[in-house]
């Protein structure tokens, strides 16, 4: 990883799409901490103190928006609204012939696509912001309001400009992560997240460091800290390597390619494979599960519901069984989901076919596409399943007071280890293609 990053500062174009990647992660922690009009700061850091009993979906949330979330800042909404609005664009198209009509008709269809995602960026946006200025409004601490003005005009020209801001900071962050994919190096959504989920990562290291100076100052009280402490870095490694290792794995199909004459050259038999990543599906599985299983939880934070609904939404609180099962096939559906909208068995098998390649004891055309759809779904179960595993397994420290502050959930770990890796092959793969000696060059 160092070599390459060192390959990368001494290309010239590389190095300028890198420090461009950073002056947005730079941009985005600015407006992390830039506060919202007509908010009392005193009130509402009180609020956030009081705000660990609202679930621990929110320490979720507030961790993605690298702090905004909590403290109520510019960039308070993060991305989410601009994932919410490609997952419901991808059912959409999938499920509405006009937009599936519109999906093929190339590059231009991929702009119209992209237009109708960010006016459903705005509209999530707006609506999401109205919902947390509403949790503001009626939230507030030991008497004090946490928005200024809350009656009359004045109520309603506050109202205006902090969903308005919210709005905003929304907007801007997608533009910020579809910069990412044009100027700079790796994907957009996912530089986000990671850079909010490492601004959280200090906070993290200083409360480990606490709870070893307890256990070191105070032994006979505190002596389960070395315990809590060794079982939380173990996990964190052993969980950093299998997303490794599991990043690494691929299932590769043998590939025989015929004969064939180029010019005056024959070319004989080339044995070759086509490799599936198990990991196909990237982290997107998880974020789209998560965004989906946050919603409840965000309704009944901003609804405050009482008597049976209450406990319906409380059914997915992080905390409970019935949010790990269904965390758990969410993840599943949503693998099977973004892989068959990126890989068609149907169209690998017609490129198989057009460039002399089969697979030994295959014929090409219906029989080779049923093999591959038979090993895509089975690619694609075991990756899932790895996701599934690693993104559930620490909600368990819930149980544990004293591991509740230390933990980290799955899906942080898994976009965190995921980003750098995915961005890791991108500076590897375009690095190579800078150092490849061209025809004329040869």
């Known amino acids: 990883m160092i070599s390459t990053l060192k390959k990368t500062w001494k290309s010239g174009n590389l190095k300028d799409k890198l420090l461009f990647t950073i002056l947005i992660m730079i941009v985005f922690r600015i407006g992390s901490i830039i506060p919202i009009p007509f908010l009392d700061p005193h009130a509402l850091k009180m609020f956030v103190s009081n705000m660990s009993g609202v679930g621990a979906l929110m320490s ?11 403290h109520a800042t510019l960039f308070a909404m993060s991305i989410q609204p601009y994932i919410n609005a490609q997952i419901m664009m991808q059912l959409l198209t999938y499920s509405i012939p006009f937009l599936e009509a519109i999906q093929r008709e190339g590059e231009e269809g991929h702009r119209r696509i992209m237009a109708i995602t960010r006016g459903l960026t705005v509209v999530i946006s707006i609506m999401q912001g109205f919902g947390y200025y509403s949790l503001l409004r009626s939230r507030g601490t030991a008497g004090v309001s946490i928005i200024k003005y809350t009656q009359g005009f004045e109520g309603v020209f506050t109202m205006l400009v902090i969903v308005s801001v919210f709005t905003a900071g929304s907007a801007l962050m997608m533009w910020l992560g579809e910069q990412i994919n044009e100027k700079g190096i790796g994907n957009g959504v996912s530089i986000m997240m990671f850079a909010g989920i490492v601004s959280r990562m200090p906070s993290l290291v200083t409360q480990l460091g606490a709870y070893l100076y307890f256990a070191i100052t105070q032994p006979a009280e505190y ?21 490794v290792f599991t990043n690494d794995a691929e ?41 989906i299983l946050g919603v409840p939880t965000i309704v009944s934070l901003f609804l405050n519901p009482s008597g049976f609904f209450k406990k319906v939404l409380g059914l997915f609180s992080m905390d409970s069984w019935f949010y790990t099962v269904v965390f758990f096939f969410l993840i599943i559906f949503f693998a099977y989901f973004y892989v068959s909208i990126t890989y068609n068995p149907i169209e690998i098998s017609n490129n198989l076919r057009q460039s002399g390649g089969a697979i030994p004891g295959l014929r090409p055309g219906r029989t080779t596409t049923l093999y591959l759809t038979k090993v895509l779904n089975y690619v694609i179960f075991t990756g899932a399943l790895f996701l599934a595993f690693i993104s559930i397994f620490p909600i368990f420290f819930i149980s544990f007071p004293e591991l509740r502050n230390l933990s980290i959930s799955g899906t942080s770990i898994v976009i965190l280890v995921g980003t750098a890796l995915e961005t890791i092959k991108i500076l590897e793969s375009q690095t190579a293609m800078k150092q490849h000696k061209g025809f004329l060059d040869a």
């Open 60 to 70: 979720y949330l507030d961790a993605l928006s690298g702090g905004a979330f909590a």
């Open 251 to 291: 299932r590769r199909i043998p590939i025989q390619y015929a004969k064939r004459v180029v010019g005056r050259k024959m070319f004989g038999s080339e044995n070759s494979y086509l490799p599936f990543k198990i990991g196909l599906a990237g982290v997107m599985p998880v974020v789209f599960a998560s965004t």
């Open 223 to 243: 002596w389960k800290f070395y315990i809590f402490v060794a079982v939380f870095i173990l996990t964190f490694l052993g969980m950093m390597w299998l997303i």
